[in-house]
Structures are given as C-alpha cells and as structure tokens.
C-alpha cells in the first residue's frame, strides 16, 4: 500500500502544470530528435540536456526523462518508412518493419511499435517500481569495496559487450578516465594536469563531452552525405494504423516477451538496448510458427524488438536510480543531468528524496501514455519531421549544441571542449574506438577513483579484502562468469564442431 | 544441439562506416597523438606523488589510468598490425569532406568571435555558411533562415533559460535592448 501512496504522491506532484508541460515537451522534442534519422537516442539527450538546466529539478528530470523515452520511441519511425534506423537499437526493427511499410502496412507497423514500446516502457516502470525500495535497502548495505567491484564489474563487462577489440574498448575506457582526472583532486585537493590553467581547476563538464562526442561527431557523420534534400516518405493515415486481430494476436506475446527480456537487459552494462533487439529478434524467429516470414514482414520481428529496446531502457533505470551507477551511454547522460540539478542517485535517494523520485517514476508512467496519444494520432506530424531539408536541421543542431554547452557553466572553455570531443568522437567512429565505453569512463571516473582509494585505505595491505567482503565477493564472481562463460562455451563448441539450428538461420538472415 | 552463442556474439559485424576512411597516416598520426598525450599524462600523474604515507596519493590513479591507456593504444597497434589485410576495406573516399571542415570551423568562429560581434551576429554568420555548405538555396532563403536561428535561439536560450549570451562590443542583442 505505500508503494501505491507514494506513487499517488508522485501523480499529485506531476498535476502541476509546469511539470506537465515540461513531461509533454520533453516527449515532443526527443520524438522529434528520435525521428530524425542519425540523431539517435543519445545525440538528442546530449543535444537537448542543458535545456533542462535552468528548470528546478523536477521539472529538469522529467524533462531529460521526457527526451530519453521520445527519442527511444522515435528511432522506429525512419526504420520502418525509410528502412533508415533512427539509431542503433532500431536497426533489427529495418528488417521486418520496412518489408511491412513496403507491402502497404507501414500503419500496422507503427502501430504495433508504438504499443510495444509503451507496454514495455510501463512494464519496466512498474517493475523498477516494485524492485527499487528493497532493492535500495539492500543497495545501503555497500561500502567503498562494493562500489568498486560494481564500477570494474560495468567497465570489463562493457569491454564484451562494446564492440571492437578489448584493447581498443580499453584505450576508450583508458581515455574517459583521464579526461575525467583533469582538475582539483576531491581527496587531496591537488590540482591535476590543469597546466596552470585555472579554467581547467573545476575539470571538464561533462555536457561538452557528451554533446560533443555523439551531438557534434553526429553532425559531422550526417554531413558526410552527399545529399541535402529532404526526403520523400509516404502518407501514414490513422485508419492504416488499426491491427486486425490477427495481428494482435501474434504481436502481443512478442511485445511480452520483448519487454521483459529488454528489462533483463536492461541490468547489464553495455548498451542493452541494442543487444536487446538482437537477442529479442532471434527469440521471436526461433519461436515463430511463421519463420518463413521474418525478413519479408514478420509482425513478430518489429513487436519484439521494438519492445525490447524500451523494456531495456526502464532496465538500465534501476542501476542508475538504485545504485547511482550508470551502465549504458542514455543513463550516463541522464546522470550528468542529475548531478547539474544536485541530485545525487543511488541507494539513499528514495529515502533523502522521496517526492522527487516517485515524482520521477511518475513522470515515467504519464511520458509512456503521453507517448502513446502522440504516436498513433500524430503520427503524421512526426513522418512529416522526415521531409525537413538536411541543410537547415544540421545549422539549427550545430546551434542548439554550442549554446546547449556554452550555457552550463556560462564558460568559453566549454565549447572550446566541445569542439575537441567532436573531433575525437569522429574519429572514435572512424577508427573503431567505442565511444559508449568512453562516455561511461568519464562519468564514472571519479565513482571508480574515490572507491579504489577507499578501499585500499580500507584493506591495510590485504590483498584479499575485495574477496572477504561478500557482496563484493558476489560481485567479482559475477564479472567472472560474465567474462569468461563465452570463450569457454565457444572452445567446447568449437571442440564439439557443433553448429546449431539457430546459428544456420542466422546465417541464412 | 544446444545454442551455444550468446546474443552479442550473434551481432552481425558492423560495415566499416561509410564517408571518410582514416587511412593509414591517419590511422597512426591518430595513434601517435595518442601515445604522446598518454606518455606525456603519466609523466605528470608520476609527478604527483603515487603514495603519501600511508594512503595513494594524488598521482597513484593518474599512473594506474595512464598504464592502462598506453598499454592497450600498444597492443591495440599491435594487434592491428597483425590483422592488417584481413579486415574489410572501406567503402569510400579517403579525402575529408569539406562540410566536415566548415561545422568545426563554425564552432571554433563561434568560440572566437562572440565576445567580439556578439551571438546574434555570429549564429547568423554560421548558420548562413553552414546553409551555404550544404544545399544551393536562393540568397532570401538562407537569410531568413540565419536570421530566424539567430534571433530563435536568443529568445529561448538567452531570455526564456536565463542563458547569459554575449552581446559583444557593440552590444547587439535582446538582452542588452530589453
């Protein structure tokens, strides 16, 4: 009954006006951003943050929560018209989402990933919901120790899960962790790699990291393209929208089974949502009575996925809102927002900030119905985002972005930051250097730093403190079994000679 | 037969990006940067102290940080090297798009130049060489656009977020006439 009056209390707070139009908007504009083809999930909460930094905080989070669930729900709308993902995660949605646009059921497409991801974005708030208070009881219990095989738990396991070689995702890391050195010591006070220069004394802000390396590095990738017209895309009236029942019914375990896979997801490092998609796909082939479909317009193919990548993204919330870690690039975002409006996530904050969380958790529940409406009806609205011309949206980016990072702190520095990690999150892309595993270095730097010093403080020279503590015990095991499972399946696979029903069809995709 | 594969590992492999190939000078100017700056970062994080008495000091993370670095940039260069030839080509050219140069240049002119026109004029500046850049859009055009960003983005960053822009020497800007 208190998880009821507590979120009551959050609905009571999200009536307020200025909170509901900041929730409406924030869905609105990542909608907008997540449309556009090539912005993606993370571009547009990097290019959209500082907006909310001169709100009050709740008002601010529902914001950047607002563009993180609208760019995630916007990324299927290219796939499926354009055969063009809007991002990442939307890639798997292209193979059946297009085929159904091109055989005249873009309607039924939409539709269908419209209300998978607002089944799997309430299904993971609920679920982060009823986990998150003895999750944080428990959660209170970790000490320096904990947090470290917590952040090198994230970091290996990223390392799987990134792409690209293990040394290339390392140098990354490497990179992330040292930007985030730079300025005053928070332990001994000193100044570090600061050059003499007092503009680098309070280290580099994150907002010009982010936006530069996925909002400029974006802009530079779309500006390789040769063409600058906007694009033709087909009419999508509200009647094409409507499922026959046949399609409910083959949807709707798909998006079931999509979002609590995504969820599971959700709660690894790494960018869950992609891999989510993935591995929700090839469930949803395997179980399929219409395998012979998938590829030429299988409902299954995008109700899965398409639920998956939003299960994943409430997932990844309960790391970030439980333990204050976050474990993919949207919530490293969202935790750079949080801590410019001095909220500080983790095991504490539903008891030190028990209005603004179920504020948050709240605000997560109206986004996903807000959502919805904006989705199905309006759909229109948002297709016709597609035919703005390329040369007009990369000015008004490259705009928003500069002023986005000059108006954080109000410093020149900044954008002299930005420019740089544009530059570098460029040829991140170029060389095949992960710009995720970067980004989550540089937030969780300081986290890992404070920690390990912590801990060796703590452990007086015993090399075995990390193991002799349980939960991190737990926790150094788990990265264990994480890292080395695969290789040792694939060397009994490779031994066995074995080729699955599973794998061939992966091949024939 | 079981399925042995987990799902990253079923990920298709990613085509190597299309536009602008690094080719190998820029493969190892790339490496080379980023060797000095992770030699030249431990040398620093050397200076400054790895232990002080009985606890890490302020260089013992900076050392760990920047081992790391320099060992995985070796042994990625390393293992580049001995994969050389087996990875897959690019698909495009290898000169830099002059659009690349003109978006970092609009950033850096408007690093350099807004404590001097001021952001009104600047964004109009970028936004008319970036619009110039991409597209042939007739002269009336490409103003009402300069002007209606410039003018946009004073009004929602500078007066309704409360953003403090520069108004310049001349003092051109909402801010300064409201």
Redesign the interface.
Same mark, same amino acid.
């Given at each position: 009954m208190d998880v009821i009056s507590d979120l009551g209390t959050g609905f009571a707070a999200i009536m307020d006006p200025a909170l509901l139009l900041m929730l409406v908007l924030g869905v609105l504009v990542g909608s907008i951003v997540g449309v556009l083809p090539g912005v993606g999930p993370v571009g547009a909460m990097a290019l959209l943050l500082p907006?909310s930094?001169?709100l009050d905080p709740g008002a601010g989070l529902i914001l950047i929560a607002g563009i993180y669930l609208g760019a995630q729900y916007g990324g299927s709308t290219s796939s499926i018209l354009l055969g063009v993902p809007g991002e990442a995660s939307s890639v798997v949605t292209t193979l059946d989402g297009h085929p159904m646009a091109r055989n005249g059921r873009a309607g039924v497409a939409l539709a269908i990933s419209a209300i998978g991801s607002f089944v799997a974005g309430t299904l993971g708030v609920l679920l982060l919901m009823v986990i998150a208070k003895p999750l944080s009881s428990f959660a209170a219990q970790f000490a320096p120790p904990e947090y470290l095989a917590l952040a090198l738990f994230a970091l290996l396991v990223l390392s799987?899960?990134a792409?690209g070689?293990i040394?290339?995702t390392?140098?990354a890391?490497?990179?992330g962790?040292?930007l985030a050195?730079i300025g005053l010591?928070s332990?001994?006070g000193?100044a570090?790699?600061t050059l003499g220069n007092a503009d680098l004394l309070q280290g580099v802000e994150v907002t010009a990291v982010a936006v530069g390396v996925f909002g400029?590095a974006e802009?530079?990738?779309l500006?390789?393209?040769s063409s600058?017209?906007a694009t033709r895309v087909a009419r999508v009236p509200f009647r094409s929208m409507i499922p026959t029942r046949t399609d409910l019914r083959r949807a709707t375990p798909a998006i079931f089974r999509g979002s609590l896979l995504g969820f599971g997801?959700g709660l690894i490092p @790494?960018p869950s949502a992609? !891999?989510?998609t993935?591995?929700s796909y090839?469930l949803e082939k395997r179980l399929s009575k219409h395998k012979d479909e998938f590829g030429k317009g299988a409902i299954e193919g995008v109700a899965g996925p398409e639920s998956a990548n939003n299960g994943a993204a409430g997932g990844s919330m309960v790391p970030l809102l439980i333990l204050g870690l976050p474990f993919n690039a949207p919530t490293a975002l969202l935790i750079a927002g949080f801590t410019i409006h001095g909220v500080i996530p983790g095991p504490l904050f539903i008891d030190n900030e028990p209005v603004l969380f179920w504020t948050l958790i709240a605000g997560l529940f109206a986004a996903n119905v807000v959502l919805l409406v904006f989705n199905l009806p309006l759909v229109g609205l948002f297709t016709s985002l597609l035919r703005v011309?390329?040369?007009?949206l990369?000015?008004?980016i490259?705009?928003?972005?500069?002023?986005?990072t000059?108006?954080t702190r @109000?410093r020149?520095v900044d !954008?002299?930051w930005?420019?740089v990690m544009?530059?570098l999150g460029?040829?991140m892309?170029?060389?095949g250097i992960s710009r995720i595993a970067f980004i989550l270095a540089f937030v969780m730097g300081p986290l890992l730093?404070s920690s390990?010093?912590q801990t060796?403080?703590l452990a007086r020279g015993d090399a075995g403190y990390l193991l002799g503590r349980p939960i991190s015990m737990v926790v150094i095991v788990i990265t264990v079994i994480v890292l080395t499972?695969?290789i040792v399946?694939?060397r009994?696979?490779a031994r066995r000679n074995?080729?699955?029903?599973?794998?061939m069809e992966?091949d024939a995709t | 037969m079981t399925d042995t594969t987990t799902p990253e590992d079923r990920l298709p492999a990613a085509d190597p990006p299309a536009g602008w190939h690094a080719g190998p000078g820029v493969q190892l100017a790339v490496d080379l940067t980023l060797l000095a700056l992770g030699a030249g970062y431990l040398v620093l994080a050397v200076q400054l102290g790895f232990w002080d008495e009985d606890r890490p000091g302020a260089g013992f993370y900076p050392v760990l940080v920047g081992t790391l670095l320099l060992v995985c940039l070796v042994g990625d260069m390393i293992r580049r090297k001995a994969t050389a030839g087996t990875e897959r080509s690019p698909r495009r050219t290898t000169r830099l798009p002059w659009r690349i140069v003109i978006v970092l240049a609009s950033v850096l002119a408007y690093l350099v130049l807004v404590p001097v026109v001021g952001h009104l004029i600047i964004t109009m500046l970028i936004v008319t060489a970036l619009v110039m850049s991409f597209s042939r859009r007739p002269w009336w055009q490409v103003v009402i656009a300069a002007v209606g960003t410039a003018v946009g983005t004073d009004l929602l960053f500078g007066e309704l977020l409360g953003v403090r822009l520069d108004d310049g020497w001349f003092g051109i800007g909402f801010g300064s006439w409201m």
């Amino acid at each position: 009954m208190d998880v009821i009056s507590d979120l009551g209390t959050g609905f009571a707070a999200i009536m307020d006006p200025a909170l509901l139009l900041m929730l409406v908007l924030g869905v609105l504009v990542g909608s907008i951003v997540g449309v556009l083809p090539g912005v993606g999930p993370v571009g547009a909460m990097a290019l959209l943050l500082p907006l909310s930094f001169a709100l009050d905080p709740g008002a601010g989070l529902i914001l950047i929560a607002g563009i993180y669930l609208g760019a995630q729900y916007g990324g299927s709308t290219s796939s499926i018209l354009l055969g063009v993902p809007g991002e990442a995660s939307s890639v798997v949605t292209t193979l059946d989402g297009h085929p159904m646009a091109r055989n005249g059921r873009a309607g039924v497409a939409l539709a269908i990933s419209a209300i998978g991801s607002f089944v799997a974005g309430t299904l993971g708030v609920l679920l982060l919901m009823v986990i998150a208070k003895p999750l944080s009881s428990f959660a209170a219990q970790f000490a320096p120790p904990e947090y470290l095989a917590l952040a090198l738990f994230a970091l290996l396991v990223l390392s799987r899960l990134a792409g690209g070689s293990i040394f290339s995702t390392f140098a990354a890391v490497g990179l992330g962790l040292m930007l985030a050195t730079i300025g005053l010591d928070s332990t001994t006070g000193a100044a570090r790699f600061t050059l003499g220069n007092a503009d680098l004394l309070q280290g580099v802000e994150v907002t010009a990291v982010a936006v530069g390396v996925f909002g400029i590095a974006e802009v530079l990738l779309l500006a390789e393209e040769s063409s600058s017209a906007a694009t033709r895309v087909a009419r999508v009236p509200f009647r094409s929208m409507i499922p026959t029942r046949t399609d409910l019914r083959r949807a709707t375990p798909a998006i079931f089974r999509g979002s609590l896979l995504g969820f599971g997801f959700g709660l690894i490092p @790494g960018p869950s949502a992609v !891999v989510s998609t993935y591995a929700s796909y090839f469930l949803e082939k395997r179980l399929s009575k219409h395998k012979d479909e998938f590829g030429k317009g299988a409902i299954e193919g995008v109700a899965g996925p398409e639920s998956a990548n939003n299960g994943a993204a409430g997932g990844s919330m309960v790391p970030l809102l439980i333990l204050g870690l976050p474990f993919n690039a949207p919530t490293a975002l969202l935790i750079a927002g949080f801590t410019i409006h001095g909220v500080i996530p983790g095991p504490l904050f539903i008891d030190n900030e028990p209005v603004l969380f179920w504020t948050l958790i709240a605000g997560l529940f109206a986004a996903n119905v807000v959502l919805l409406v904006f989705n199905l009806p309006l759909v229109g609205l948002f297709t016709s985002l597609l035919r703005v011309p390329k040369d007009l949206l990369l000015a008004l980016i490259v705009v928003v972005a500069i002023l986005g990072t000059y108006g954080t702190r @109000g410093r020149p520095v900044d !954008v002299f930051w930005l420019l740089v990690m544009g530059i570098l999150g460029y040829l991140m892309v170029k060389i095949g250097i992960s710009r995720i595993a970067f980004i989550l270095a540089f937030v969780m730097g300081p986290l890992l730093e404070s920690s390990l010093k912590q801990t060796i403080v703590l452990a007086r020279g015993d090399a075995g403190y990390l193991l002799g503590r349980p939960i991190s015990m737990v926790v150094i095991v788990i990265t264990v079994i994480v890292l080395t499972l695969p290789i040792v399946v694939r060397r009994i696979a490779a031994r066995r000679n074995a080729t699955s029903p599973l794998d061939m069809e992966i091949d024939a995709t | 037969m079981t399925d042995t594969t987990t799902p990253e590992d079923r990920l298709p492999a990613a085509d190597p990006p299309a536009g602008w190939h690094a080719g190998p000078g820029v493969q190892l100017a790339v490496d080379l940067t980023l060797l000095a700056l992770g030699a030249g970062y431990l040398v620093l994080a050397v200076q400054l102290g790895f232990w002080d008495e009985d606890r890490p000091g302020a260089g013992f993370y900076p050392v760990l940080v920047g081992t790391l670095l320099l060992v995985c940039l070796v042994g990625d260069m390393i293992r580049r090297k001995a994969t050389a030839g087996t990875e897959r080509s690019p698909r495009r050219t290898t000169r830099l798009p002059w659009r690349i140069v003109i978006v970092l240049a609009s950033v850096l002119a408007y690093l350099v130049l807004v404590p001097v026109v001021g952001h009104l004029i600047i964004t109009m500046l970028i936004v008319t060489a970036l619009v110039m850049s991409f597209s042939r859009r007739p002269w009336w055009q490409v103003v009402i656009a300069a002007v209606g960003t410039a003018v946009g983005t004073d009004l929602l960053f500078g007066e309704l977020l409360g953003v403090r822009l520069d108004d310049g020497w001349f003092g051109i800007g909402f801010g300064s006439w409201m």
